[in-house]
């Protein structure tokens, strides 16, 4: 390649952005050995459950590991309001692709409850592994302010406890659709967030990948399947075939059917968009 390539990849903790960007910067020194990368990673004050974003850069020239504000060329937010965030780094030829998975991180909670429809809800128990609150519990980590798990299943049902932060997370492993979201403060609506990011650049995507993860019967895949959406779009100058070899070379060897299923399921994706925009 002969110029510089700037990427920023953004969401919250526990979404796997520091993996995606780990396979990118891999891929990049695989594709050339005239390649520069340099990458930046900035984690919130808690790693699982605030904001993160990862600066990665790779061409001849490239000397900073810092994106310089209104040059990034792609932008992949694995959260909807984290594409918002760092909105100051387009530009009018930047291609950004965000999910629009909802997944407020506890430090930047302005107010929401869940509640449960129980006519619905059969006790799977999936929303207790997905609470961060939950989650934090399990490992024994002790809280100043609360002072119970956020849910827990009582008699084949899930109750919400009063620890709950209203982050939304566990909406995304609830097999049924079981929970309710109850406003407090206005979260911005997906069409909000794409008029916004449309101001800038007209290459805004606004994609519902943990849907097309969960078709694949595992959204934990989001992130990789995200990274495949990205790649399929051929905006990022890195072949699918090295991206490929780095998945299998940094995902656990466990997952690493379902991973390369949902990259490609994003490479297909992520083609539809090239043909239909490009």
């Known amino acids: 390649m002969t110029k510089d390539y700037n990427i920023v990849i953004t969401g919250v903790g526990g979404q796997g952005v520091l993996l995606v960007s780990d396979i990118l910067a891999l891929a990049a020194l695989e594709e050339s050995s005239e390649n520069r990368v340099r990458t930046s990673q900035l984690k919130g004050m808690s790693q699982r459950s605030a904001s993160v974003i990862v600066h990665l850069r790779f061409g001849p020239t490239v000397d900073s590991p810092l994106v310089t504000k209104g040059s990034v060329d792609a932008l992949l937010s694995l959260e909807l309001s984290e594409g918002l965030r760092y909105l100051e780094y387009l530009n009018e030829d930047s291609l950004a692709i965000i999910n629009t998975e909802v997944n407020i991180p506890p430090v930047t909670f302005q107010g929401r409850s869940v509640e449960v429809n129980r006519s619905l809800c059969y006790g799977c128990g999936n929303c207790l592994a997905y609470c961060q609150v939950n989650y934090y519990f399990k490992g024994n980590n002790d ?110 060897t466990n997952l690493l059917d379902i991973n390369l299923k949902a990259f490609k399921k994003g490479i297909e994706k992520g083609r539809e968009i090239l043909a239909e925009n490009f």
């Not at 595992?218 to 991206?243: D, F, K, M, W, Y």
Request: a positive charge.
């Open 143 to 252: 809280f100043l302010v609360l002072n119970s798990p956020a849910s827990s299943v009582i008699s084949g049902k899930c109750v919400i406890q009063d620890s709950c932060t209203g982050c939304g997370q566990c909406f995304s492993a609830c097999p049924r659709s079981a929970k309710i979201l109850l406003e407090k403060n206005a979260y911005p609506e997906i069409n909000q967030i794409a008029e916004i990011l449309k101001k800038i650049t007209k290459n805004v995507f606004m994609i519902s990948a943990i849907d097309l993860a969960k078709d694949l019967g595992n959204p934990r895949v989001t992130n990789i399947l995200l990274l495949g959406i990205l790649l399929g779009t051929e905006r990022v100058p890195l072949s699918v075939a090295t991206v490929e070899s780095c998945i299998s070379k940094r995902v656990p």
